[in-house]
């Protein structure tokens, strides 16, 4: 067994134990500090002895395994947050998922921004979407989306009909098509650029996994741009964390005039409040211009 695949072993096992009730996004970030999943699992056993024994950590061990074998054997592509081939920027923030399954072409130093907003979407909307991916898309950047209805499939279908390079960070196993009206994008995003889940290949859609797939977005990109959202829309989640990932916001003026929250936000200066296409080249290209505008949390702006 390789050094490599005994990391993704121990990485496994942790997941599984949770040691002392840690949770995942703990455990990444103990690892991450160690610089070995190993490590950690050898430092649960020495110190949590009469708590977890070692048999426990041993089948933990065992059944990891088994399950990356399985997971070999099925062609899934796991990639550790230990591995080089992890996503750089996303490695960089405080909740980091501690695996991917990715099914297409990963680019760790991927340069891109997250396009999000409501599934039911507005003519204007679905507008402003497209002329968000063809911008992404002339300055050579992946469109980043979600897959979902709406405002997602309009920015993943403009990049791949224009022939920019789109990532879809789903909110379900790997193995898993939601929305099945999106079985064939899915498959053609897989095709042609990358499919990215953070979730064990066959995990269900719940109302918990979306709002970490929209975490996981916004740490992947290097900005977000929100269409279109309403008042208790799942964008907003994503908004917020972008600020905690110190990450620049992309803004519609209807969302900033339109929600409370929108309105909260634009206040903000990492935030570009936009109209127009031109507004949103303006922004984009600001932001690609400036290495400062994605190091907000360290100059004091955010956080």
């Keep these: ?17 949770r040691p002392n009730g840690m949770s995942w996004e703990k455990i990444a970030n103990e690892v991450q500090l160690e610089g070995s999943a190993i490590r950690v699992l050898d430092r649960v056993g020495e110190s949590d002895g009469a708590l977890l024994a070692d048999p426990e950590i041993e089948a933990a061990a065992a059944r990891a395994e088994v399950e990356l074998s399985d997971w070999e054997t099925a062609g899934l592509d796991f990639i550790s947050i230990l591995s080089p081939r992890y996503p750089s920027r996303l490695a960089g923030v405080f909740d980091a998922p501690p695996f991917l399954f990715a099914s297409g072409s990963v680019v760790p130093d991927d340069k891109g921004m997250s396009v999000v907003g409501s599934r039911k979407m507005s003519s204007a909307g679905e507008s402003m979407a497209r002329d968000a991916a063809r911008i992404l898309g002339e300055r050579n950047l992946t469109v980043i989306a979600g897959l979902a209805e709406g405002i997602d499939t309009v920015a993943h279908r403009t990049a791949l009909d224009i022939g920019a390079r789109t990532v879809a960070v789903i909110g379900t196993g790997i193995n898993k098509y939601y929305p099945a009206a999106n079985r064939r994008l899915q498959d053609e995003i897989a095709s042609k650029g990358l499919v990215l889940s953070q979730f064990f290949p ?28 309403g008042e208790r829309s799942g964008t907003r989640i994503q908004a ?32 570009y409040v936009v109209g127009s296409r031109a507004d949103i080249e ?17 100059l004091g702006l955010v956080g």
């Design 240 to 271: 917020r964390r972008a600020a905690e990932h110190g990450r620049p916001v992309i803004l519609s003026r209807r969302v900033a005039e339109g929600t409370d929250w929108g309105a909260a936000i634009a206040r903000n200066p990492w935030v």
């Design 202 to 229: 066959d995990a269900p859609p719940t109302k918990q996994t979306f709002p970490m797939r929209n975490r996981t977005m916004s740490g992947y990109g290097m900005a977000t741009i929100v269409i279109e959202a």
């Design 1 to 17: 067994m390789t050094q490599a695949r005994r990391e993704d072993v121990a990485l496994l096992a942790l997941l599984r134990l």
């Design 282 to 298: 303006q922004a984009v290209d600001e932001i690609c211009s400036d290495p400062s505008a994605l190091m907000l949390q360290d």
